[in-house]
C-alpha cells in the first residue's frame, strides 16, 4: 500500500471530477465488480437456501413490529446495488483498490461463517403470489441469511470507503446519501429480510472489518500482494 498521500497528490486528488475518478483504472475496476459479484454470489445463495445447523429464530423487537409487512419496498430494498456498484468507482489508485478488496473479503467471510453455523431465518412470511421485483428477490435470496445483515454491512463498508477516497463530501450530497440510505435500512424491516439486530450486528461488524482493512498492518499486507490487481 502506498504511503500517506503528500499535501500535493493530496491537492491534485481534490481537484480530479467524478468523470475524472471513474475513468481512473476503468478496467481494473470492471474487472474487480465482475469477480467480487461472481465470487460472492455463489456461496450467498447457496448458504441463503441451505441450513447445515440447527435453524434458529429471533423474537421480534418493537421496531420490527412497528414496521409490519410491505412487500413493494422490495424496490428501496435492490437500490443497494446502486450504491454498492458505483461508489467503490470514486478511487483513484490501486491501493485504494485493494484496501476495499480486504474489507470486502473479511466482511464477507465472517457474514458467510454466521450464515454457515448458525443460520438465523428471516421473518419474512410466506407469501403465494408473489411477483415482479419480489418475486426475482425470493428467487435468489434464501431464508438462512438473516444475522448478521450483509445488506446494512455492505452498506455502510461502500459508504466509509467513498468518504476515504473522495474526501469532504459536500453537505447536499451527505445528505442524500444519509436519507437514501435510511431507507434503504427501513426497506430491509418492512420486506422483513432482516431482524433490526441483524442491522445492527452487519453495521458493527463492516465498521470493524473497514478499520481493520485501512490499519497500517493489513495495508502493508496488501501491499505486498497482488490479489490479481498488478
Known sequence: MSKTSTPAESSIKNRLTIADRLATHWRLKLFMLIALTTCFCGP???LAHHA???????PLAALDRLAGFDPRWVWVYQSVYLLTATLPWLATTRAELKTYLVGFTFLASVCFLFYLFCPIIVPRPVTDHASGMYRLLLAYDGPYNAF?????GFLY???AFARRV???IPLATTMFLFTWSALILWSTLVTKEHYVVDLVAG?????GCD???WSSRFRSVAAKSHFGLR
Open 166 to 168: 473522495y474526501g469532504r
Open 211 to 213: 478499520a481493520a482493512a
Open 148 to 152: 448478521p445483515s450483509l445488506h446494512a
Open 203 to 207: 453495521i458493527a461488524l463492516a465498521a
Open 44 to 46: 450467498y445463495v447457496f
Open 157 to 159: 463498508l461502500t459508504l
Open 52 to 58: 447445515f445447523f440447527p435453524v434458529r429464530e429471533l
